[in-house]
């Protein structure tokens, strides 16, 4: 079975500091893995993905993350935080035991960032 | 284009209303999804449409209705809802090629009185 633990639900940072939202994952495959952002009210963005390729991926908005298969992890990071950035954020990984397309979210971590 | 859009963004009802949600992409995609989020939680998968047919229905009550009339398009038909089911309605579309990715749309806000 495949699921996803975020390890921390809320994530307070000031602005211009880094941030690091930290992400085990958990499958019997070769993952594909997701970060996606929420802005209040909004659907969700992606960020980036890994799908087997490069272990350090880059995404938008500055956001990075690093595959690491002997941690099983998938943090998601960012040199300086903006205050645009608050937002929820979701670690995602997809079902591949299915072949159906179907993504396992994720809690979420709430990103707040302090002026 | 990595854009889905989804009608209306609001969406007020009572319980004996029928309505509908709306979603339309034009990216290609032959997978297309429904999902409903509440508040601070993750969004709960309810059907998911491969192909233009009905490939997964998460057990979602019967007053919730999907209809995927052609590759672009998915709509979710609404009937005598609950109070319980007023959530953030998202669609999102992926191809079918081993990657996943799913794009989502802005989501319908819906509210049942």
């Known amino acids: 079975a495949q699921s996803v633990t975020q390890l921390d639900s809320h994530v307070s940072v000031s602005e211009g500091t880094p941030v690091l939202l930290r992400c085990n994952y958990s499958?019997?495959?070769?993952?594909?893995l997701f970060w996606y952002v929420q802005h209040p009210n909004k659907g969700l963005q992606l960020l980036l993905k890994?799908?087997?390729?490069?272990?350090l991926v880059k995404g938008i908005n500055g956001f990075e993350a690093e595959f690491k298969k002997s941690e099983t992890s998938f943090h998601l990071t960012k040199p300086s935080a903006h205050m645009s950035d608050a937002a929820e954020y979701f670690c995602?990984?997809?079902?591949?035991?299915?072949?159906?397309?179907?993504?396992?979210f994720g809690q979420g971590t709430t990103l707040q960032v302090k002026p | 284009d990595t854009e889905v859009t989804q009608t209306p963004k609001h969406l007020v009802m009572g319980m004996t209303n029928k309505k509908s949600l709306k979603c339309e992409q034009h990216?290609?995609?032959?997978?297309m999804y429904w999902y409903k989020q509440k508040a601070k939680k993750p969004p709960e998968l309810m059907f998911v449409?491969?192909?233009?047919?009905?490939?997964i229905n998460e057990s979602v009550p019967s007053r919730f209705s999907p209809e995927c009339p052609n590759s672009s398009l998915l709509n979710l038909h609404l009937h005598a809802l609950q109070p319980e089911d007023s959530a953030l309605y998202l669609c999102?579309?992926?191809?079918?090629?081993?990657?996943?990715?799913?794009?989502f749309g802005p989501g319908t806000r819906l509210t049942v009185t």
């Open positions: 999102a579309s992926s191809r079918l090629d081993g990657t996943y990715e799913q794009y």
């Open positions: 499958s019997s495959y070769s993952p594909s």
């Open positions: 890994y799908t087997s390729a490069a272990t």
């Open positions: 995602v990984v997809s079902d591949q035991s299915s072949n159906t397309g179907k993504l396992i």
């Open positions: 990216m290609g995609h032959r997978a």
């Open positions: 449409y491969s192909y233009e047919k009905l490939s």
